[in-house]
T-cell receptor, first 115, second 114 residues
């Protein structure tokens, strides 16, 4: 079964509102999680590194104030898209590493549609 | 900065045939990992195969094998006896040693034809 879970799988929101996506590691602790964005028919683009207990590290070109990342516990990271616009519509996916097995797990992904 | 290049945007092969997907990468690191991930229409990322750069032996997983050429910075994926369920997007990916950040190539869309 999935060891990294994302919620919600699908979300539709209105322009100007904020939406939160959760990424949970179900049976292991993850001090670091990663958030990716994938446009249709394109590759995964790394947005940011989510660090438990500290600020996220954003990749160049990613707006920190628009994509708020909070890693409040060892099993949960959240991505909040603030003041969403239609161009923020995309597939967002997270990953986390289980060091016991040195395996990287990906969440199932979350489709965001801003209308 | 590391880069991963997949030069084949799309490929089609007949079922049961063998297909090879190409991947090259650029890095100044000596210790790193390379991956092939499969992304079917469900969008779930599935690890196909993983290679540690310090290992000379090419990784294999059942019908999937790689040709890892470290000096040439090449990491191709061979799928033998291809099956309809192999139809998916395939991403080549790179990760530095002691770093969980994965850098993906642009992907190759593979169609297995009946």
């Amino acid at each position: 079964g999935a060891v990294v879970s994302q919620h919600p799988s699908w979300v539709i929101c209105k322009s100007g509102t904020s939406v939160k996506i959760e990424c949970r590691s179900l049976d292991f602790q993850a001090t670091t999680m990663f958030w990716y964005r994938q446009f249709p028919k394109q590759s995964l683009m790394l947005m940011a590194t989510s660090n438990e207990g500290s600020k996220a590290t954003y990749e160049q070109g990613v707006e920190k104030d628009k994509f708020l990342i909070n890693h409040a516990s060892l099993t949960l990271s959240t991505l909040t898209v603030t003041s969403a616009h239609p161009e923020d519509s995309s597939f967002y996916i997270c990953s986390a590493t289980s060091y016991s097995g040195n395996t990287i797990y990906f969440g199932e992904g979350s489709w965001l549609t801003v209308v | 900065a590391q880069t991963v290049t997949q030069s084949q945007p799309e490929m089609s092969v007949q079922e049961a045939e063998t297909v090879t997907l190409s991947c090259t990468y650029d890095t100044s690191e000596n210790n790193y990992y390379l991956f092939w991930y499969k992304q079917p229409p469900s969008r779930q990322m599935i690890l196909v195969i993983r290679q540690e750069a310090y290992k000379q032996q090419n990784a294999t997983e059942n019908r999937f094998s790689v040709n890892f050429q470290k000096a040439a910075k090449s990491f191709s994926l061979k799928i033998s006896d291809s099956q309809l369920g192999d139809t998916a997007m395939y991403f080549c990916a790179f990760m530095k040693h002691r770093d969980d950040k994965i850098i993906f190539g642009k992907g190759t869309r593979l169609h297995i034809l009946p």
